[in-house]
Nanobody, 116 residues
Framework: QVQLVESGGGAVQAGGSLRLSCAASGTLDSPNLVGWYRQAPGKQRSLVALVNNLEMTTYATSVKGRFTISRDNAKNTAYLQMDSLKPDDTAVYYC??????????WGQGTQVTVVS
């Protein structure tokens, strides 16, 4: 069974950086889509970044230019490099591995807190 384990969250000062990792264990077909979402208290889960199997990326306007999504297919691992963090980035971050037309898997979530 596929399981996604997230790591790298924590608390940082505004302007700092964090790198989130999401490692898949178990048998996993090559995902077509890898992404990161986040959910702040009292708000809906929203898209942060996506990368497809052609390395095309999509970013939320609020993070464009500050965050970078990447994937290491050999390691079945996704990353989210977050630079120039702002208090509004505070949220629980969830990774997504999706095999289009078949399955999708979500990480357990990792807390990111940015203090001013």
């Amino acid at each position: 069974q596929v399981q996604l384990v997230e790591s790298g969250g924590g608390a940082v000062q505004a302007g700092g950086s964090l790198r989130l990792s999401c490692a898949a264990s178990g048998t996993l077909d090559s995902p077509n889509l890898v992404g990161w979402y986040r959910q702040a208290p009292g708000k809906q889960r929203s898209l942060v970044a996506l990368v497809n199997n052609l390395e095309m990326t999509t970013y939320a306007t609020s993070v464009k230019g500050r965050f970078t999504i990447s994937r290491d297919n050999a390691k079945n691992t996704a990353y989210l490099q977050m630079d120039s963090l702002k208090p509004d980035d505070t949220a629980v971050y969830y990774c997504l591995f999706k095999v289009v037309g078949r399955d999708e898997y979500w990480g357990q979530g990792t807390q990111v807190t940015v203090v001013s």
